[in-house]
């Protein structure tokens, strides 16, 4: 998972606020996943982009979240009106464009909701 | 839905021994399988993945391969301590992995 990067590694925030975190790829790679984890359950796929392009967002909540990836700089997961529930760890992957479809994880993004 | 299914566990070996882990999934139209471990608190590594049928080494760890039966396992020989940590399937399926929720690996010293 050398190379994506994701920040912040904690955040806190009550119950109500808005939660951005965010996600660079490896040098090379253009597509984006990001997943969530809550305790002690399985990776769930939640977005997969690309460079200005949402692919597939068939696992985002309906409400209150949003996903980006600019031209320049960083993904954004944007979670408004966060709720205890939204309480997870969050993990961005990334991948090549062409070759073999692997995906690598950042270290995560704890979020932890008061 | 596609889904992947593993054994929760936990599973406990002795150091020394081979540590066997399952999966199984539901679409057999899937092409792309991947082992992950996780350690707690920690983000998943990429172990192993393995496209064809039969079995792929790398080191200590043999990923097998059964599209008919549709499942896939991992071997771990001579698991050490370090090796404890919960395992990860995933299968590519259009532009989603789909992870398994993981089994738990407890190697004893």
């Known amino acids: 998972n050398a190379g994506v990067m994701q920040n912040p590694r904690h955040l806190v925030r009550r119950r109500g606020q808005e939660a951005r975190l965010r996600c660079s790829p490896m040098k090379g790679h253009s597509h984006v996943y990001w997943y969530r984890q809550l305790p002690e359950e399985g990776l769930k796929f939640m977005v997969y982009?690309?460079?200005?392009?949402?692919?597939?967002e068939s696992g985002m909540p309906k409400e209150r979240f949003s996903a980006e990836f600019p031209k320049e700089g960083p993904s954004i997961l944007r979670i408004q009106q966060v709720v205890r529930g939204d309480s997870a760890a969050y993990f961005c992957?990334?991948?090549?464009?062409?070759?073999?479809?692997?995906?690598?994880f950042g270290e995560g993004s704890w979020l932890t909701v008061v | 839905q596609k889904e992947v299914e593993q054994n929760s566990g936990p599973l406990s070996v002795p150091e020394g021994a081979i540590a066997s882990l399952n999966c199984t999934y539901s679409?057999?139209?899937?092409?792309?399988f991947f082992w992950y471990r996780q350690y707690s608190g920690k983000s998943p590594e990429l172990i192993m993945f393995i496209y064809s049928n039969g079995d792929k080494e790398d080191g200590r760890f043999t990923a097998q391969l059964n599209k008919a039966s549709q499942y896939v396992s991992l071997l771990i020989r001579d698991s050490q301590p370090s090796d404890s940590a919960t395992y990860l399937c995933?299968?590519?399926?259009?532009?989603?992995?789909?992870f398994g929720t993981g089994t738990s690996l407890t190697v004893i010293p």
């Open positions: 679409d057999r139209g899937s092409q792309s």
């Open positions: 992957a990334s991948s090549p464009p062409t070759g073999a479809f692997t995906i690598y």
């Open positions: 982009l690309q460079k200005e392009n949402i692919i597939d």
């Open positions: 995933a299968v590519l399926g259009g532009n989603q992995f789909y």
